[in-house]
């Protein structure tokens, strides 16, 4: 049976990475100890730990207002994506013209189109979500579609054979097969909304993680400056375990195959 | 074709039907002037060697392709696009991977919006049949080649269908695997007979399965005989080792070998 043996594997795995993290800081704490470099420069993991704990209010606060944007992102991605991807691959005429100009724009750097979007909706909430949705965008398009398309011709024969619809081969077929794609799409979407919500924080906001490094770094609080970092590593990884955890409950068939295949090889 | 059971009542009649792929003076005659009755409830084989259009021929009859020329009739009504009472099986299983055993054989009835309650005892007696009694809620990753094959074969005849086309449906799967299939087939067949298709390249597997056995040749795609196997039935898989049936293996060895299709010990029997 493949599920046990998946578990197992994944959980080991997730020990693994724990003892690295916790070495990185061990290394990093004695560092700091021995070499004795100034606060402003290098603070001890310590002294960052202690940092959160004097105010976790306030860095809760901010940390509700980036995940939010993130979320929001996210969502809004993920549900305008997807209705592209349909759209993309039912319609020539969207492909020749959206999927066209999606590609293109790709090569530009949407982090330089924030500004922009400060301008256009002002320092609030709203800006970050529209950056936070423009960047995660083109991964969920790009997975949906290539997934769309990635079934087995002898599928689509086999719906044919029974006079399926395009709704019911949609619905029966194109979808389902696409999940494992779309998730493969959500999880790089995932961390590219967050990253999204700071670079719109980065350029104009007076709340979010990305504000609280701006204004520290402004007065030379290097111990904040870090305590917001280690909380966005945090946040990044529990984001992209929920997309994760998800699809374990969404498509457990694609998680099987997946660990049987790394099984084998 | 002397031996049908009687030309104006066939079940399945192919006439001089054409396929070709690409233009008129460039493109490919992947069939050519076929022309096969097929009787009701009788099992007939398409055998030959890959590109003599075997598969294309079954596709044309299940309605996915259009023919170039010619004509199908299935029950007396020309075949324009994939018929009702027609399942078919592939040479790959293509279960769909999130859905259960039993939810893969109902798939024709979700795909054709039937009651799916109603057909349930079906499908699972149709699983029992075939030897996956008390898999109905597996997933098709764990089960084996042969056992995802019976499913798929399951999931043709849920709606029980008067014709079964069959694309090489145990050519993926090893050789004891395949001649276990063999004779579920012909368990399943002699049980409810109804009329099959079944596209082999084993002169064997042909022989030990079929009323009749269509030989093609290639390029182009054509039936250059039709064998009729009188071998009593139900046919054990020692049948095999009879003279009778080592008759028929040779003459239609033979037959390939005068079309230039065999030569030496090539044949894969």
């Known amino acids: ?26 290394l990093w704490q004695l560092g700091v100890m021995l070499g004795r470099p100034p606060d402003y420069l290098l603070p001890a993991p310590n002294a960052i730990f202690a940092e959160l704990m004097t105010a976790p209010l306030y860095y809760f606060r901010n940390a509700m207002q980036t995940i939010g944007a ?31 100009l999606l590609v293109a724009l790709n090569s530009v750097p949407k ?29 969920i398009v790009v997975d949906s579609v290539l997934g769309l398309r990635s079934v087995d011709p002898d599928a689509v024969d086999l719906f044919r054979s029974l006079k399926g619809g395009r709704l019911q081969t949609l ?13 493969s799409g959500m999880k790089v979407a ?42 966005l590593g945090v946040l990044g990884t529990i984001l992209f375990y929920i997309v994760d955890l998800a699809e374990r409950l969404v498509c457990p068939w694609h998680v099987s195959h997946r660990a049987r295949h790394r099984g084998e090889s | 074709m002397n031996d049908l059971p009687s030309a104006d009542q066939a079940f399945l009649a192919v006439s001089r039907l054409d396929k070709r792929y690409g233009t008129q003076e460039e493109g490919i005659l992947a069939l050519k002037e076929v022309s096969i009755e097929i009787g009701n409830a009788e099992f007939v084989s398409l055998l030959g060697p890959s590109g003599c259009g075997k598969s294309t021929l079954l596709r044309c009859i299940a309605g996915l392709e259009r023919p170039s020329a010619g004509m199908i009739e299935l029950e007396r009504r020309v075949v324009i696009g994939p018929p009702d009472n027609m399942g078919i099986v592939f040479q790959r299983d293509v279960l769909l991977d999130w859905l259960t055993v039993i939810r893969n054989v109902l798939l024709p009835a979700r795909i054709r919006r039937l009651p799916l309650e109603e057909l349930r005892p079906k499908a699972e007696r149709l699983l029992h049949l075939i030897g996956l009694g008390g898999f109905e809620d597996r997933f098709p990753w764990e089960l084996s ?86 071998l009593p039935r139900p046919r ?16 239609i060895r033979r037959i390939f ?9 090539h044949a894969r029997a």
């Not at chain 1, 999204?196 to 904040?224: D, M």
């Open chain 1, 171 to 183: 619905l029966l077929l194109r979808a389902p097969n696409a999940l494992p794609h779309l998730f």
């Open chain 2, 236 to 251: 054990e898989l020692a049948v095999r080792e009879t003279a009778e049936f080592a008759r028929y293996v040779s003459q």
């Open chain 1, 190 to 231: 995932m961390s590219l909304a967050l990253v999204g919500a700071i670079a719109g924080e980065f350029v104009a906001s007076q709340a979010g993680l990305g504000y609280v490094i701006l204004a520290a770094q402004g007065a030379f609080q290097t111990t904040r400056v870090f305590a917001a970092i280690v909380l």
């Open chain 1, 1 to 26: 049976m493949p599920a046990p043996e998946s578990a197992a594997s994944s959980s080991s795995r997730a020990l693994q990475v724990a003892l690295v993290v916790v070495g990185f800081f061990v």
């Open chain 1, 70 to 100: 993130t979320l929001l992102g996210f969502t809004l991605a993920l549900v305008v994506g997807c209705l592209a991807a349909v759209g993309i691959v039912y319609s020539r005429v969207l492909e020749n013209t959206l999927y066209t």
């Open chain 1, 111 to 139: 982090v330089a189109l924030a500004p922009l979007f400060i301008i256009w909706m002002g320092t609030g909430l709203s800006s970050k979500i529209a950056i936070s949705f423009l960047i995660a965008l083109f991964a």
């Open chain 2, 257 to 265: 070998e005068s079309f230039g299709m065999l030569r030496g010990s």
């Open chain 2, 145 to 230: 080649g042969g056992m995802r094959q019976r499913v798929a074969i399951c999931r043709a005849l849920l709606l029980d269908p008067s014709l079964l086309l069959m694309d090489e449906p145990f050519g993926a799967l090893d050789a004891m695997t395949r001649d276990e299939l063999n004779i579920e087939l012909q368990r399943l067949w002699l049980a409810d007979a109804k009329t099959v298709l079944f596209v082999t390249h084993s002169i064997a597997e042909a022989v030990f399965l079929s009323d009749r056995v269509a030989v093609m040749s290639r390029s182009p795609g054509r039936i250059v005989e039709v064998i009729t196997v009188d």
